[in-house]
């Protein structure tokens, strides 16, 4: 139980284009879900948090008009990297938490690359 | 975010050995605690965690110990496999905190055969 998948597991696109990568808890339903952003040979570096049907609470630094997050059901968020550039290659990992639980279940990761 | 860091960057054992990763966290308040495993390309898998009313934790081969005195957390691995080489971070949570972990800088462990 308490598997996460991530569409889609690596994607290239060009720079000005927009971005989307799902996050999916399968067998369960997800009250809170989170982003993160990893470069490499670093750590996970928590982007924002989201919690079903509300607005995402994002972490100092992070732009909020650049990574649109939306968590319309209990069972999906999604991450939108809009007008990505280079910079914004990255692996973004996503994790899902249950109501009343403190365990994240996390996503298999979606590799991103802006050429 | 809060501050989370390794003493080790990476380590490297002979098969069947014991190891030791450490962590040192920042935030006083930090009342819970996770060490994941994250093998290349993948996202991280959860090997054990504790709480702060806790200093020692064990599980199959894995032990976590916490000393809140210092901030200080270590994972020790017992015989460590050639299936254990991954790299090893551990989060910090402030309960009450929208549940929000925040990670050290990790340390890549490599298992000799």
């Known amino acids: 139980g308490a598997v996460v998948s991530q569409h889609p597991s690596w994607v290239i696109c060009k720079s000005g284009t927009s971005v989307k990568i799902e996050c999916r808890s399968l067998d369960f339903q997800a009250t809170t879900m989170f982003w993160y952003r990893q470069f490499p040979k670093q750590s996970l570096m928590l982007m924002a948090t989201s919690n079903e049907g509300s607005k995402a609470t994002y972490e100092q630094g992070v732009e909020k008009d650049k990574f649109l997050i939306n968590h319309a059901s209990l069972t999906l968020s999604t991450l939108t990297v809009t007008s990505a550039h280079p910079e914004d290659s990255s692996f973004y990992i996503c994790?899902?938490?249950?109501?009343?639980?403190?365990?994240?279940?996390f996503g298999p990761g979606t590799r991103l690359t802006v050429t | 975010g809060e501050s989370v860091g390794l003493h080790l960057p990476t380590l490297s054992v002979q098969e069947g050995d014991n190891s030791i990763i450490n962590c040192a966290y920042s935030n006083s308040a930090s009342d819970y605690f996770i060490w994941y495993k994250q093998e290349s390309g993948k996202g991280p898998q959860f090997i054990i965690d504790i709480r702060s009313n806790m200093d020692k934790r064990q599980g199959q081969r894995v032990t976590v110990l916490l000393n809140k005195t210092v901030k200080h957390l270590s994972l020790q691995i017992a015989a460590t496999q050639p299936g254990d080489s991954a790299v090893y971070f551990c989060?910090?949570?402030?309960?009450?905190?929208?549940?929000?972990?925040?990670f050290g800088s990790g340390t890549k462990l490599n298992v000799k055969p």
């Open positions: 989060a910090e949570n402030i309960s009450g905190n929208f549940n929000k972990f925040y």
């Open positions: 994790s899902a938490q249950g109501q009343g639980g403190n365990e994240q279940y």
